[in-house]
């Protein structure tokens, strides 16, 4: 085996290899379970660095194993993929400290732990994967991982939401399942970036192609939350705060907008998928979706249901640039796959926080808290602005592109769909940001966890200062060569001027 095909092997086991281990161990080995994690997420981003190093020096990444004549094992490394593979390597890493510090001294640690890498496992497989088939694999394999993540707590509401939680992503993986192997029946194998296979194809078998493409956005948009499949997304924040903020950054929510994006950019191809007249009901659904999040989150009082319902709208983002064809109006979906990544994880650490170190899961609790946790709610609200959409903060940066992108492609409606969807996040985190710096404490502050020297013990704390700069970062330095937009601008170009 070549190096460069085995370095893809590696990325895999870096996390695979501790989850199965992690299971072999006592529940008291509490060093060893936090070394083998630390130890995986570390190797893990430095083999996405040696890969990314050297995919922008020339090199080919391929790994194909045959199963069957015409079934293979296919994985390969290209922009798209090499950017979520840098995306949940580098946020499994934060995440994976802010979780040993979150669940310290909690129970069936053991168990939370190998999965939680396993669960990244998947989202690297689902990256790296180099045809429809493997993609399918990772993707019913991150369902089965995330499962015993959401229903850690392990009580009756808990058990509730994981029943749901399989209902919603197991119905979606059979309707995808179907649709992979009507897709395999039609065009046989197709891998990833060879849009001339469907092309080919579609002056015979329109009609069936249009089913299946269908099909699969509809087993794809389970996972990616989008209306009316989004139901399983504010259920599931019964979940601990690192499995909450894995969901919505990296895992599952994810890879359904990833899903998305292959679909139309790398198997159906932007000149067929406009041919046949497939992105209109998706820039529909998505738009709708857009807004309907928004409106719920306007009326939610949980801290944690806010940030759910925010993302069933942030994401749909994502699903609307891809509809819209363009070269600004796709940089600003994929880059929003990082951009969204990192705020919301931002988020997500610091509602944590909140609830560990004082118990407070409410927004009209929040009164006063900036004051007692300004690190934390510091980095709260350079995402929450960057949610908005306001510079120069990440955020910005994907709608700036998403509306651009609109006007050339004289979609003005999109325009007036970015701006409600504005107008109405200022209207649910800025009463967070003003509860939170500015209102007087309205509740005792009482510690449930004693935060030491900071205002909540360092391993809560660093993660949510680091992925604040993060997203700080990502807008003030996105003209910066190899920054997330840098990415998603080449992509965007090779798409649409076929450059090689």
Known sequence: ???????LILILFSSLVPGILILLLHERQVFMRSFLNLLGAV???????WVFAGYYSGEEYVFIFGLAPDLTFALQVDHLGLLFAALSAVLWLVTTIYAIGYLEGGKHLRRFFAFFSLCVTASTGIALS???????????FLTLSTYPLVV????????????TYLWYTIGGGTVLFLGVVGLFVVAGPVYFGQTEIIANLV?????????????????????AAIFPFHGWLPIAMVAPAPVSALLHAVAVVKAGAFGIVRLVYDVYGIDTSEQMNLLTPLA???AFTIIYGSLKALFQDDFKKVLAYSTISQLSYIALGVAITGVLSTTGAVVHLVHQGIMKITMFFAAGNVAETYGYKKISQLNGIGRRMPLTMGAFTIAAFGMIGLPPIAGFVSKWYLGLGAIEAESYWVVLVLLASSAMNAAYFLPIVYRAWFCEEGHEMVHRRRPGRFETPALLL?????????SLAAGVFAASANSPLSIAREIAERLYLYLP
């Not at 085996?1 to 370095?7: A, D, K, V, W």
Request: charged share 15%; net charge negative.
């Open 1 to 7: 085996m070549e190096m460069n095909s085995l370095l």
């Open 43 to 49: 190797v893990k981003v430095g083999l996405v660095a």
């Open 130 to 140: 180099g045809n429809v088939v493997t993609f399918f694999v990772f993707y019913e």
């Open 152 to 163: 850690h707590r392990g009580d009756d509401i808990a058990v509730e939401a994981g029943r």
């Open 203 to 223: 002056a015979e078998n329109e009609l069936q192609l249009t089913i299946l493409f269908f099909i699969m956005l509809t087993g794809l948009a389970v996972k």
């Open 284 to 286: 529909v659904f998505a």
């Open 462 to 470: 660093i993660p949510v200062v680091l992925t604040g700069l993060f």
